[in-house]
C-alpha cells in the first residue's frame, strides 16, 4: 500500500525501515548490532515491497548511515529506494572533543548533507530532515530553513521535512518553502502529534511520517515488569520513563487489554499497535526499526489490517481505562552529552 507523502512528495510505502538500532552501541544505543544482520534487515524490507529508509548521522555517530549505504549497493537509489536523513544533531567527528550538540546553522547544514552524501555513497538525499529543533546555537528556523533551500536548488536533496518541531516553527518554515513532511514521535503511549500537528499538516498538504510507533517494543507485548532487567547495560531505554515505574505497569496494562482484539483480528499486537498509527488521519506512513531481517516478519502485516470505527474505539477505551502514555509533547534530548 502507498500514500502520496503530502502534496508535493512521492508515493511511498506506508510502512519504512528505520535505521537508530543499526547505529550499534553510542549514547542512545540499543546494545551491540551484528552489521551483518542490518544489511539483511535492509535488503530483506526493500525486497519485500517497502520503499524508503529512514536513518540519520547520528545514529552510532555515522554508523548507521554507512550500514545504510552498504545495504543499497544493488538497488537503484531515487528509485527502487529512497533514503531519507537529518543533520542538526552534530557528534564529534575526527577525534574532536565534545559530546553531540545541537547546531542548525547554515554552514553546518551543508557540512553535514556532504558528509551524509559521503557515508551513504549517493549523490542526492530523497528526503532531509531537521533532527530537533536547534535549541543551542540561537539560529533562526528561518536562517536554517534558508540553507535547506538552497541544498534543494542545488540538486543535493529533493523534498525537505522537519522532525519534532512543534506547528509554530513549522509554519515559519512553510512561510519560505514547503515542509513536504514532518517525522513526529506517534504512538498508542505517545499520541501528542494527534492533537495540532497531525491535522495541521493535513490541512497545509504536508506528509506526516511517525516514528517509534511500536514505543521501542513496548507495544509488541514481549516485555513484562522485569522490562529493563533483560536489556544490555548500554541500551538507553534502562532510562526511558516508558519502560520504568509509574508509567511501566499503565503501559503494560495497556498491552495486555489489546490482545483480545488483537486475537480477533487474527494478527500481532506489533500489527496493531502500528495499524492504529496508520488509521489516524493525515498520517502518510510509519517508520518501524529491526536489528535483525526475522523481526520485520513480526510487522510487515500492519499495512493489510484496517480497523473499524468500532476497534479503535476500543482503543480509546483501553487507553483511557489504564491511564497508559501520554498526550504531552516528547522532551528533547540533553542539550550536549
Not at 540519520?56 to 529512497?82: S, T, W
Not at 528526503?127 to 540561537?138: E, V
Not at 487489554?257 to 498509527?277: D, E
Not at 502518510?284 to 513480526?298: L, N, S
Request: aromatic share 8%.
Amino acid at each position: 500500500m502507498t500514500r502520496t507523502l503530502g502534496s508535493h512528495g512521492p508515493a511511498i510505502t506506508t510502512l519504512g525501515l528505520g535505521t537508530w538500532v543499526m547505529g550499534g552501541p553510542w549514547e542512545f544505543g540499543w546494545g551491540p548490532v551484528d552489521d551483518g544482520e542490518s544489511i539483511a534487515a535492509i535488503r530483506k524490507a526493500i525486497e519485500a515491497g517497502m520503499t524508503w529508509v529512514d536513518t540519520a548521522p547520528l545514529y552510532g555517530h555515522g554508523h548507521a548511515e554507512e550500514v545504510v549505504g552498504k545495504a543499497l549497493e544493488p538497488f537503484r537509489v531515487g528509485e527502487d529506494v529512497l533514503v531519507f536523513t537529518k543533520c542538526g544533531r552534530r557528534f564529534p567527528e575526527g577525534g574532536s572533543a565534545g559530546g553531540i550538540r545541537y547546531d542548525l546553522t547554515p554552514a553546518s547544514i551543508r557540512e553535514e548533507c556532504h558528509r551524509s552524501l559521503e557515508r551513504l555513497g549517493i549523490e542526492r538525499i530523497d528526503l532531509y530532515q531537521f533532527h530537533w529543533p536547534d535549541f543551542a546555537t540561537g539560529t533562526g528556523i528561518e536562517d536554517s530553513w534558508a540553507e535547506m533551500t538552497r541544498l534543494q536548488d542545488e540538486g543535493k536533496v529533493r523534498w525537505l521535512g522537519l522532525c519534532n518541531h512543534p506547528v509554530d516553527q513549522v509554519q515559519r518554515a512553510e512561510a519560505m518553502r514547503h515542509v513536504d513532511s514532518i517525522q513526529p514521535p506517534f504512538s498508542l503511549i505517545s499520541r501528542h502529534a494527534r492533537k495540532e500537528l497531525i491535522p495541521w499538516c493535513a490541512d497545509q498538504g504536508t506528509g506526516v511520517i511517525v516514528y517509534s510507533p511500536l514505543a521501542s517494543g513496548l507495544l509488541t507485548g514481549t516485555y513484562g515488569r522485569d522490562a529493563t532487567d533483560n536489556l544490555p547495560p548500554d541500551d538507553w531505554r534502562r532510562r526511558s520513563p516508558m519502560f520504568t515505574e509509574p508509567k511501566l505497569s499503565q503501559n503494560l496494562e495497556l498491552v495486555e487489554r489489546l490482545r483480545p482484539l488483537a486475537g480477533r483480528l487474527g494478527c500481532s499486537l506489533a500489527v496493531l499497535a502500528i495499524a492504529w498509527t496508520l488509521a489516524t488521519p493525515g498520517v502518510t506512513g510509519a517508520i518501524v526499526g529491526a536489528r535483525r531481517p526475522e523481526q520485520i516478519d513480526g510487522w510487515i502485516a500492519a499495512h493489510d489490517v484496517v480497523l473499524t470505527p468500532e476497534d479503535i474505539g476500543e482503543i480509546e477505551r483501553a487507553i483511557a481505562a489504564t491511564g497508559a502514555g501520554t498526550d504531552d509533547p516528547p522532551v528533547p534530548p540533553p542539550l550536549s552529552m
